[in-house]
């Protein structure tokens, strides 16, 4: 048995999973621009008015029928990093917001 990497025709457009992070359970759809899907897609997300970017890297691929499905889990090493909440220190005002 050998581990294929699932392709599509060139211009195809193919799903994608996200896993973790702001967009968990997002959906979206892609364009192939060589037969293949990307192995790491960077999403980027306004946190406290600033653009912050999150590294989402292939976890699996595989062909529904006809369609290319492609499931990408958050990698938090590689993203931009985010103060937790307890962190943020005087950012808020006393409603909790920005």
């Not at 997002?26 to 364009?31: A, G």
């Not at 997300?45 to 653009?51: A, F, S, Y």
Request: without cysteine; hydrophobic residues 30%.
């Amino acid at each position: 048995m050998t581990d294929s990497k699932p392709t599509v025709a060139e211009g195809s457009e193919y799903v994608v999973f996200f896993e973790g992070g702001p967009s968990d359970g997002s959906t979206d759809t892609r364009t192939s621009f060589d037969g293949s899907y990307e192995d790491e897609i960077v999403d980027y997300v306004l946190v406290e008015g600033i653009e912050t970017g999150f590294v989402y890297k292939v976890r699996e691929a595989k062909m529904n029928g006809e369609q290319l499905q492609v499931h990408y889990k958050l990698d938090e090493a590689d993203s931009d990093p985010v103060d937790s909440l307890e962190n943020r220190g005087d950012r808020t005002d006393e409603f909790g917001t920005f």
